[in-house]
């Protein structure tokens, strides 16, 4: 009998059409950041910023102290990404509590290539 063992990989269709494991994460951040590390890819990712009166700015990439990579969830706002990645980076200047909920494929994250390019990295 083989042994031959089939592990989804990035460009596989039906992981992401049969996506969904549910993952999920609350935090607060006190004028610092936080990185979420996934265990299998995404699909779409969901952030709630539960504050009523500061930003929540993301990235898909650590772009040290440059804002010209980073994107803002509006305080109070919810925004949603249909995005294959395996990480995601939060910060905040003032203290901001967030949800986020992620949709994974079955694909493990160690598939995953590091994301750059225009509107990423440069």
Sequence with gaps: MANNIYNPGLYH???????GRPFGATGSLNADTDTINFPYV?????VLN????????YAYFHTGSSDSNKYAITA???ATFDVKC????????????YTLYASLTAIT???MYNLTGSGVTE
């Design 13 to 19: 269709m039906g992981a992401y059409q049969a996506s």
């Design 42 to 46: 995404t699909k779409q990712i969901v």
């Design 50 to 57: 539960r504050d009523a009166g500061s930003d929540i700015m």
């Design 76 to 78: 109070g706002e919810q």
């Design 86 to 97: 395996g990480m995601i980076i939060l910060s905040s200047s003032a203290t901001v509590d």
């Design 109 to 111: 994250s160690s598939y």
